[in-house]
């Protein structure tokens, strides 16, 4: 599977974005997706994912410093993964990175566990 992020710029503080994860090839169904990112000089930490279970009920999982910030969610139809980014801090600025790992759950999903990435986007959040 290939996974195409987008949605990433620059932002003031308090701003909005919206990334996107396209996924070709397959769907997301046997799939957990996450968003990790990765600022510089620092390690790459898991920020938000979802994965799915029976009839596409949904799981999610967020960064402790971006919860009630972010939401992940999906258009299964288009093979998509969002992470809307509201209240957008400085702190947030990083390459932003989506991921999925094959017949994962987000509960236990980890860099380590990661079976494809994407190429990073940037977002850019200024003071």
């Known amino acids: 599977v290939q996974l195409q992020a987008s949605g990433g710029g620059l932002v003031q503080a308090g701003g909005s974005l919206r990334l996107s994860c396209a996924a070709s090839?397959?769907?997301?169904?046997?799939?957990?997706v996450a968003w990790f990112r990765q600022s510089p000089g620092k390690e790459r930490v898991f920020v938000a994912g979802?994965?799915?279970?029976?009839?596409?009920?949904?799981?999610?999982k967020y960064l402790d410093s971006v919860k009630g910030r972010f939401t992940v969610s999906s258009d299964n139809a288009k093979n998509t993964v969002y992470l809307q980014m509201n209240s957008l801090k400085p702190e947030d600025t990083a390459i932003y990175y989506c991921?999925?790992?094959?017949?994962?759950?987000?509960?236990?999903?980890?860099?380590?566990?990661?079976?494809?990435w994407g190429q990073g986007t940037q977002v850019t959040v200024s003071s």
């Open positions: 991921a999925a790992e094959v017949g994962g759950t987000i509960a236990t999903m980890s860099e380590k566990s990661v079976n494809y």
């Open positions: 979802i994965s799915w279970g029976a009839f596409w009920s949904t799981t999610t």
């Open positions: 090839g397959r769907t997301f169904s046997n799939y957990a």
